[in-house]
């Protein structure tokens, strides 16, 4: 990779390093320092700007920096080193794709997000809208429950069987298996992308915010949340496939 002029290299970083979106803060935070690595604007074993400069430039807490910090030296992206000249520095090799050799592109991210925003937020608005039976009310609860304990090697399966519990909710038949054709090809998406978690907590809490809405019949909320939700995993899709 070749060194960046040090000139653009602050002007992209300027550019790149923006206030995020409040309701995603973590993941927009993950993406933006992905953006950052991933165009070039770091180069290997240089080193981030200061916890606190990041979060003032991002418009989050140094808790929320700390933690998207964290989960990408996790997964390789970054070395922390302490002592007099220590501070958080891009690993000098970044991991390889978790992929099958398929190329991923933005188009391919943004089509199978747009299509499921379009699929769950209205079957969280339908679902709210319904006078749900006590079954589907059971439901709701115990597939949000499933989620919320799941071991990460099955927190996409129980994760899906949530979001397709809300499809069912929504009592459009055709729409569950349009969600579950969706869920596929967005979990193929998901699979090549590190679990965070940092990201499953915030995804739980926007869950159960989902759900209470749901049976509180507050469609908006519902709607609401469910879209934030949703971008919040395009972001880090954005941030480690394109």
Same mark, same amino acid.
């Given at each position: 990779?070749?060194?960046?002029?040090?000139a653009d290299?602050?002007d +992209?970083?300027?550019a790149?390093?923006?206030?995020?979106?409040?309701?995603? +803060?973590f993941?927009d935070?993950?993406? *933006?320092?992905l953006?950052?690595?991933?165009?070039? =604007?770091?180069?290997?074993g240089?080193?981030l700007p200061?916890?606190?400069?990041?979060?003032?430039?991002?418009?989050?807490?140094? #808790?929320?920096?700390?933690?998207a910090?964290k989960?990408l +030296?996790?997964?390789?992206?970054?070395?922390? *080193?302490?002592?007099?000249?220590?501070?958080t520095?891009?690993?000098?090799?970044l991991?390889? /794709?978790?992929?099958?050799?398929?190329?991923? &592109?933005?188009?391919?991210?943004?089509?199978?997000?747009?299509?499921?925003?379009?699929l769950? =937020?209205?079957?969280?608005?339908?679902?709210?809208?319904?006078?749900?039976a006590?079954?589907?009310?059971?439901?709701? *609860?115990s597939?949000?429950?499933?989620?919320?304990?799941?071991?990460? $090697?099955?927190?996409r399966?129980? %994760?899906?069987?949530? !979001?397709l519990a809300?499809?069912?909710? +929504?009592?459009?038949?055709?729409?569950? /298996?349009?969600? $579950?054709? @969706?869920?596929?090809r967005? @979990?193929?998406?998901?699979?090549?992308?590190p679990?965070?978690?940092?990201?499953?907590? !915030?995804? #739980?809490?926007? &869950?159960? $915010?989902? =759900?209470?809405?749901i049976l509180a019949g507050?469609?908006?909320?519902?709607a609401?949340?469910?879209?934030a &939700? =949703?971008?919040?995993?395009?972001?880090?899709? &954005?941030?480690?496939? %394109?």
């Open positions: 990779m070749a060194a960046p002029d040090p290299s602050s +992209a970083s300027e790149l390093l923006r206030p995020v979106r409040p309701l995603n +803060a993941e935070t993950v993406e *933006r320092l953006q950052t690595i991933r165009l070039g =604007v770091l180069t290997p240089e080193s200061p916890e606190r400069e990041l979060a003032a430039r991002l418009g989050v807490s140094r #808790d929320t920096v700390r933690e910090i989960s +030296a996790d997964a390789g992206y970054l070395v922390s *080193r302490r002592g007099r000249y220590g501070g520095f891009l690993a000098d090799a991991p390889a /794709p978790r992929a099958d050799g398929t190329e991923m &592109h933005r188009d391919d991210i943004d089509d199978a997000v747009r299509l499921r925003e379009i769950e =937020v209205g079957a969280a608005r339908m679902a709210a809208v319904r006078t749900l006590a079954v589907e009310r059971e439901a709701l *609860r597939r949000l429950a499933d989620v919320r304990g799941a071991d990460p $090697a099955d927190y399966r129980l %994760d899906s069987r949530l !979001h809300i499809a069912e909710a +929504a009592g459009v038949p055709s729409l569950v /298996p349009l969600v $579950a054709q @969706n869920r596929m967005l @979990n193929e998406l998901l699979d090549r992308i679990l965070m978690t940092r990201n499953i907590a !915030h995804s #739980d809490e926007q &869950h159960e $915010a989902i =759900v209470s809405a507050d469609a908006d909320t519902a609401q949340t469910m879209a &939700h =949703v971008w919040g995993s395009a972001a880090l899709l &954005h941030g480690f496939l %394109d």
